[in-house]
């Protein structure tokens, strides 16, 4: 046991603490505050508390608890509401009401609940790390594989069948007479990735029902993607909307050091809200890490490690898996806090140098992976990261090392966002490395769409190279095909980028819709380039009707939308313009 010697913020040294390790878990004080060994030097321990520290003693007791922090993992997940620690916020609530006190402990999975086990093996089976030895139908959305912990395996001894909680034991392996007991429960080190067999391609699209990702800047199950925006650009709106609906098997958001009220409207707007394709409650496949900007700085940097663990666990069960983080940037702002009070050399504006390694250490454990054990499966993580950089100037540091690490970036643009464009990604400084890999599942819907998607990223790029010369000519001065462009890219911009996220339909657009709202304006594009070049102007091709009926093709109900957009065509094709 080791004694308080300094406290400084969250920052502990303790001494007496030979024998400890970096990164042991400790509990500090007399309140037993839960803290990590950083840095160990002689019998002095370095420790960082993940709670506050206000009014820790000099002299109260350091208690090592030889173990390092893990994860619980297993039934009682889903539909949580964690902290950074991975307490249980609603147990927490119950125990101790709204004002939680520190050291307060709550389990982050229910030790009395019970869970139906079915097994899908039987005793004498030989298994080993990451088999699948039975299944609990956790929620409607999710059924929770039971499997065997990475680094276990033997012989099925016993197997049970029924109602267990997550402490009972449901089967015995023996391994050269070794005997292991499992539980539904496993725990995992939250710094430690967990192992997979190999590496896939991200080729399948992970949809999000956003128009310009999903179409523009396709993101590809197991992708790695940033959105960088100054205040209000609409980086909270987007993330909630990709963990609303993503079609993924569950969903993970982390919100990291943004403020406690913002954080409370996306619980209680997540409360009553169903999965647009099952109807089911949406909590079914959803898990959050609330991590506000009053709890302590220095646990943002384990809830996001706590979050990228459950979401390996989900994954190596085969599945799908969404991870959406707000902000990284105040988790980056925490190891800045940290670093100045560990007085280490500090890099580019205060931040320390390892931020790089720690932000890509994150990213680097999404992807597509084949996973290990039987039955052979696949499955991916997805991992989005807000970025806010301090006045919207995308030079600054956190900005700057995100964009090495992402390969999809959806960069939020002030100037849209103030002429209420929304979403707010800009088509001319956003990109996708997945354009390629994702080509081969968005030819199942029409093998069109890459060259439909380049031709209607020139409309926009030629637009932007023209402003400048309609701002000193006036639009009117232009040559006739280059109006004509203007129009077009007008309505890429208002009739298929904008998308409202309060609106009823428009909020969700289905790939195939979304394509399918693209061909109808490119070929209206085409059309009236026929039509100017049999001499009309493009005066007259602005008196279209088919320019409103475009316009309104987002309100159109999904059930309808292809008879009506068949209608729509073939009123195109019989003239843009009545003579
Ligand atoms: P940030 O998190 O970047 O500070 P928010 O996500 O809170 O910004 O967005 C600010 C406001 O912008 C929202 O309250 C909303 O009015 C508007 N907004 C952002 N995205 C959209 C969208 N996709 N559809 C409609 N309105 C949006």
């Not at 700085?297 to 989900?314: H, K, L, M, N, P």
Request: proline residues 5%; negative net charge; hydrophobic residues 40%.
């Amino acid at each position: 046991m080791g004694k308080i010697w300094r406290v400084s913020g969250p920052l502990v040294v303790a001494e007496g603490m030979r024998g400890s390790k970096v990164y042991e878990v400790v509990q500090v004080g007399d309140e037993g505050l839960i803290g990590e060994v950083i840095g160990l030097d002689g019998d002095q321990a370095v420790i960082q508390t993940h709670e506050e520290t206000q009014g820790l003693k000099i002299g109260e007791n350091v208690t090592p608890t030889g173990r390092i922090l893990t994860v619980d993992l297993g039934p009682g997940l889903i539909g949580s509401i964690y902290d950074g620690l991975q307490k249980s916020l609603l147990t927490l609530i119950e125990n101790s009401g709204h004002f939680i006190k520190r050291g307060a402990t709550s389990e982050a999975l229910s030790p009395s609940a019970k869970w139906d086990f079915q097994p899908v093996l039987k005793v004498g089976d030989r298994v080993q790390g990451g088999d699948i030895i039975g299944v609990v139908p956790e929620t409607e959305l999710v059924a929770h594989k039971i499997m065997v912990p990475p680094d276990m395996g033997g012989v099925i001894t016993e197997l049970n069948k029924g109602a267990y909680t997550i402490e009972d034991m449901i089967c015995r392996l023996e391994n050269n007479g070794d005997k292991t007991d499992l539980t539904l429960m496993q725990k995992w080190p939250v710094r430690k990735p967990r192992p997979y067999r190999s590496r896939r391609d991200p080729t399948d699209l992970l949809v999000t029902g956003m128009r310009i990702i999903d179409y523009m800047f396709p993101l590809s199950l197991g992708g790695k993607a940033g959105i960088p925006g100054g205040f209000g650009t609409g980086k909270t709106v987007t993330l909630q909307q990709l963990a609303r609906y993503a079609q993924t098997h569950l969903n993970i958001y982390v919100g990291c050091g943004e403020r406690g009220n913002e954080m409370a409207d996306v619980l209680y707007s997540f409360q009553d809200l169903t999965d647009p394709l099952t109807g089911r409650p949406l909590k079914e496949k959803e898990i959050f890490i609330a991590n506000t900007s009053n709890m302590p700085v220095v646990a943002r940097e384990v809830s996001i490690f706590v979050g990228i663990t459950i979401g390996e666990y989900f994954r190596d069960m085969g599945y799908d898996v969404l991870l959406v983080a707000d902000s990284t940037s105040r988790w980056a702002e925490a190891m800045r806090e940290l670093g100045g009070r560990l007085e280490e050399m500090p890099g580019e504006e205060g931040f320390p140098a390892y931020m790089g390694s720690r932000l890509s250490a994150f990213y680097e454990r999404a992807g597509r992976v084949e996973t290990v054990g039987s039955p052979d499966r696949v499955g991916s993580l997805t991992a989005m990261g807000a970025v806010s950089p301090p006045g919207a100037d995308f030079s600054e540091p956190v900005t700057q090392t995100t964009l090495r690490i992402i390969e999809a970036l959806y960069s939020l643009d002030v100037s849209l966002a103030n002429k209420r464009h929304f979403p707010a990604i800009s088509w001319l400084s956003s990109y996708s490395l997945y354009v390629g890999s994702t080509k081969e599942w968005w030819d199942k819907i029409d093998t069109a769409w890459e060259d439909t998607r380049n031709s209607a990223m020139r409309i926009l790029q030629k637009e932007a190279e023209l402003e400048e010369i309609v701002r000193l000519v006036g639009p009117e001065a232009m040559p006739e095909a280059d109006k004509l462009l203007l129009l077009s890219a007008k309505m890429l911009r208002e009739d298929f980028l904008m998308q409202n996220a309060y609106h009823h339909i428009d909020t969700y657009c289905a790939p195939k819709r979304a394509h399918l709202m693209m061909k109808t304006m490119m070929r209206f594009y085409e059309l009236s380039q026929g039509m100017m070049e049999s001499g009309m102007t493009v005066a007259e091709i602005r008196q279209s009707p088919m320019i409103t009926k475009i316009s309104r093709m987002k309100d159109i109900e999904n059930d309808v939308f292809e008879d009506k957009v068949k209608e729509l065509w073939a009123e195109m094709e019989s003239g843009l313009v009545a003579r």
